[in-house]
């Protein structure tokens, strides 16, 4: 299993609510990470996970908030999101060690309103 | 710190051709690794091709090819006999380090369609 899976792929949410973004990978990489992208630009790194332990948080506001539950799986918890917060939210994984490369889900296109 | 610098936002080709993406980098570190990765409208970025900076030989995979300038500190993207699933954006990025954990440094990102 090659793949990382990412659900939902589309969120619409308003600015009140409390949802969850998941993340899974089988391919026994312990290192993992959200990214945020708005249109035309590259992924920006928000958080991430080296064995199961958050390692850095990109001074992203309290109201994203991570938890990695194991080694395959990742989440996100959204909460009192704003309008500038919708993005593409990519998840990626990677051997702890090695050339590094990424691999990435296809990502939750979250609109909030 | 590292930088990747794309300097072409768009580029328009006939399919069929050959496309060049340029990617040049910055670091100090004497060991590092360089990435190519595609992004279709459908979001997932997709890996492509590696180069590690002591790696002789440029990297191939299939249609594309990495030129490794170590010198110029460019790693630009090759794609032979371009089509028409190639239009996508394309991203340069290298290994980092921030904190103990490995992260990836990206550039800004080019653009491609493929006319058929």
């Known amino acids: 299993d090659t793949e990382v899976t990412q659900t939902p792929k589309h969120l619409v949410m308003g600015m009140t609510n409390k949802k969850s973004l998941k993340c899974e990978q089988h391919m026994g990489h312990r290192a993992m990470y959200w990214y945020k992208q708005k249109a035309k630009k590259p992924p920006e790194l928000m958080f991430v996970?080296?064995?199961?332990?958050?390692?850095i948080n990109e001074s992203v506001p309290s109201r994203f908030s991570p938890e990695c539950p194991n080694s395959s799986l990742l989440n996100l918890h959204l909460h009192a999101l704003q309008p500038e917060d919708s993005a593409l939210y990519l998840c990626a994984s990677t051997l702890h060690r090695g050339r590094g490369e990424q691999f990435f889900g296809p990502g939750t296109r979250l609109t909030v309103l | 710190a590292q930088k990747i610098t794309q300097t072409q936002p768009g580029m328009f080709v006939q399919e069929k051709e050959a496309v060049t993406l340029d990617c040049t980098y910055d670091t100090s570190d004497q060991s590092y690794g360089l990435f190519w990765y595609k992004q279709p409208s459908s979001g997932e970025m997709i890996f492509l091709i590696y180069q590690g900076s002591y790696d002789e030989q440029n990297a191939t995979e299939g249609r594309y090819s990495l030129n490794f300038q170590k010198a110029r500190k460019s790693a630009n993207l090759v794609i032979s006999a371009s089509q028409l699933g190639d239009s996508a954006m394309y991203f340069c990025?290298?290994?980092?380090?921030?904190?103990?954990?490995?992260?990836?440094?990206f550039g800004q990102g080019t653009r491609l369609t493929i006319n058929p």
């Open positions: 996970y080296s064995y199961e332990k958050l390692s």
């Open positions: 990025a290298m290994r980092g380090r921030i904190q103990g954990a490995q992260k990836l440094v």
